[in-house]
């Protein structure tokens, strides 16, 4: 094109952040969300480095921050420990959207 993103985006008045690239959600995000959950159940109070290990012990590609990133998304507090929410959430018979 020739021109910079500023000079085009400032050119026809729109905001820069409205080009830039938008994030891409992985085909398994959500399989993976259910699988950890399932695995992490048994072990109570572990934290999300401890609940790395168990979906790769299945066969999963995955990362630590992939696992936190996850167990944010699904409402648990991962700072201190994984499953500080979800044996309680198990356990009211909450779901994972219901916040």
Known sequence: MGVSQRRACGAIGQPRSGQRRQPITPDDEVALG???IERARP???Y?????TVLPRKAGWLV???RVRRIGRREGFNLTGTFCSGLLDRIASGRTVGDG
Not at 47 to 51: A, I, M, Q
Request: proline share 0%; aromatic share 14%.
């Open 34 to 36: 259910a699988d950890i």
């Open 43 to 45: 072990y109570g109070r």
């Open 63 to 65: 990362n630590r921050k």
């Open 47 to 51: 934290g999300y480095r401890e609940v």
